[in-house]
Nanobody, 122 residues
């Protein structure tokens, strides 16, 4: 079993930056690919980014490519999402998730965190 806890969300001005963290409990963190998803009110949950087990492969949604960076520190059982040049459309609840392999499909992920709110103001 893997427990995931997101942190780092909050209020930020458009154009600003925020760094989300996802701390994992368990001894097998390095066996999971990790993903970030987000969900805005009235919208479906959408893919943001994933990173492979060792961190060698990353992939981003077109909407965040070039602005967001996903990284992981397996020694700390933590995955991060650095969010730069934030836009109003980035406002959502952000979730981290663990998968046996990298995927853009939310339904394929086995474990989910509780989510952290990101609010963007002008």
């Amino acid at each position: 079993q893997v427990q995931l806890v997101e942190s780092g969300g909050g209020l930020v001005q458009a154009g600003g930056s925020l760094r989300l963290s996802c701390a994992a409990s368990g001894r097998t963190f390095n066996t999971y690919a990790m993903g970030w998803f987000r969900q805005a009110p009235g919208k479906e949950r959408e893919f943001v980014a994933f990173i492979s087990r060792s961190g060698g492969l990353t992939y981003y949604a077109d909407s965040v490519e070039g602005r967001f960076t996903i990284t992981r520190d397996n020694a700390k059982n933590t995955v991060y999402l650095q969010m730069n040049t934030l836009k109003s459309e980035d406002m959502a609840v952000y979730y981290c998730a663990a998968n046996t392999g990298p995927s853009v499909v939310a339904a394929t992920y086995d474990y989910w965190g509780q989510g952290t709110q990101v609010t963007v103001s002008s």
